[in-house]
């Protein structure tokens, strides 16, 4: 009986997600979504460094030890539950603008109790506007040309992300040039070193067209930043006093493997926002949520899914209105365990890289992420320097769609130059897009193609504006 009913269970599960209609296998999902874990898993270090760095109104903080216990837990959680029904290989974590929002400027206003509950409304309003088809709508309304810019873009992102996270690319603290090469132009510290080795090593892999070449070259990158520490000791950057140090965590061998979650975050919101700071106000606080969470989300998806192959030639993919409502619903969760909105993240193009297509890569990683809670300090092995170089190889790889951009006419070569460039430029992918929607129904419409624009875009570029503008606005509110 085993050796017949094992087969139908891996059939059943393979019909299910997919695995082999979208051209990819078992073990293809497995190390795509230890590739996403992988380069994902310091969001479990850096979402408390940045979380615990905020004082609320009434003088208090995050423990951190807490939120890396909640940023994990939710993570896994929404990364398996966006699987299981959008069956794509899409992983949620915390997500870094809006965390750096709540830290450095919400709670400014309101406690962390207040601000999380705005995270809970915000995520609400999105499952509203997905569940009624109206995000859907907006999603579909996207012209296929900003779709592609979007891809490139995050990919540009992406690799921006891995050059700063590695210290190639540094803030100078000057107007000009505002950023620079590794440290006073040099690149030979230590951590740098190990990121350039790894990028190579992992190129290499890829052109040779090696199965498993993200994990490997993560795999031995580590190896070589283990010994090299052990060897060079050079500890950690702490926040830049120290420029040849690891930035995020130093790779070295951990005391203890096992360590108990502390999960009494849970739960710890409410809504007094509206009534400490008057409604207007936390109105444009939940305004500026839900758009930075509305379209970081679509374009990472968009870009995402072109790169997997499972978007149209509109740039849709497979049951995404499912994917709108679950994405939303990460948000909720987020707020609601005090680990800041949960949303799908780029770095997830890494597992795709690595060959993951369906929603079964998402359980690995979901896994790992629940294990990673009761195993925080192991997840401090792998360097962000090591996992930036596979950053900036899948960013080289989503960048290969700008041959798909119609050059030619320059009322949409605008529109998506500037998506792709202000999303690395400001640090936001929202920015980009929302630079780009402006730039398009401003530039068609008074070059005569107006018809072909959709009303949802007139609506949204409008939104934007007025979502560029909400610093003086919340000024004139008070």
């Known amino acids: 009986m085993a050796s017949t009913s094992a087969p139908t269970v891996k059939n059943r599960i393979d019909g299910y997600f997919e695995i ?9 999902e497995v190390r795509g979504g230890v590739v996403t874990f992988v380069a994902m898993a310091y969001i479990v270090i850096l979402n408390p460094i940045i979380l615990s760095g905020g004082t609320d109104i009434d003088g208090n903080t995050l423990g951190f030890a807490q939120l890396s216990a909640v940023t994990a837990l939710t993570a896994g959680v929404m990364t398996i539950l966006f699987g299981v029904i959008a069956r794509l290989p899409f992983a949620f974590a915390a997500g870094l603008g809006i965390n750096s929002f709540l830290a450095f400027s919400v709670v400014g206003q309101v406690t962390w109790q207040e601000a999380m509950g705005l995270v809970v409304i915000n995520g609400l309003l999105i499952v509203l506007l997905a569940a009624t088809g109206l995000r859907r709508l907006i999603f579909e309304a996207v012209p296929i040309q900003l779709k592609i810019a979007i891809t490139v873009g995050i990919g540009l992102f992406i690799a921006f992300i891995g050059f700063v996270n590695a210290g190639l690319v540094t803030s100078t603290g000057q107007s000009s040039p505002p950023v620079g090469l590794g440290t006073d132009g040099s690149v030979a510290t230590l951590p740098t070193i190990v990121f350039v080795l790894t990028l190579l090593l992992t ?239 401003v530039l068609r419409s008074l070059s005569g193609k107006a018809r072909g624009i959709s009303p949802l875009l007139w609506v949204v570029a409008v939104g934007f504006l007025i979502y560029f503008a909400r610093g003086p606005i919340e000024a004139l509110l008070g």
Do not use: C, H
């Not at 082999?20 to 293809?28: I, N």
């Open 20 to 28: 082999t209609k979208r051209g990819s296998t078992f073990s293809g």
């Open 203 to 441: 190129g290499v892999l890829v052109a040779r067209k090696v199965k498993g070449a993200l994990l490997i070259g993560i795999l031995v990158g580590t190896v070589i930043a283990l010994i090299a520490e052990a060897l060079f000791p050079v500890g950690a950057s702490n926040g830049g006093e120290n420029p040849g140090g690891w930035s995020l965590s130093v790779p070295a061998l951990p005391s203890q493997i096992f360590s108990v979650p502390d999960l009494s975050l849970i739960g710890q919101f409410n809504f007094g926002s509206f009534e400490r700071i008057g409604v207007l106000a936390a109105l444009m606080l939940v305004f500026t949520l839900v758009f930075t969470n509305f379209f970081d989300a679509m374009g990472t998806m968009t870009g995402l899914s072109k790169e997997a192959g499972v978007a149209d030639e509109k740039g849709n993919f497979p049951r995404l209105k499912s994917a709108l409502i679950v994405e939303g619903v990460g948000a909720v969760a987020g707020g609601a365990a005090s680990a800041s909105s949960n949303t799908v993240f780029i770095e997830s193009g890494a597992g795709i890289g690595e060959g993951a297509r369906t929603g079964f890569a998402n359980l690995i990683t979901g896994v790992l992420f629940v294990l990673a809670m009761f195993l925080t300090p192991l997840t401090s092995i792998v360097p962000s320097e090591v996992a930036s170089a596979a950053l900036v190889i899948v960013g080289t790889l989503m960048m290969s769609q700008i041959r798909d951009i119609e050059w030619s006419e320059f009322s949409i070569a605008l529109p998506v130059f500037l998506t792709v460039t202000v999303m690395p430029l400001t640090y936001s992918i929202a920015n980009g897009i929302g630079a780009g929607f402006i730039a398009w129904v």
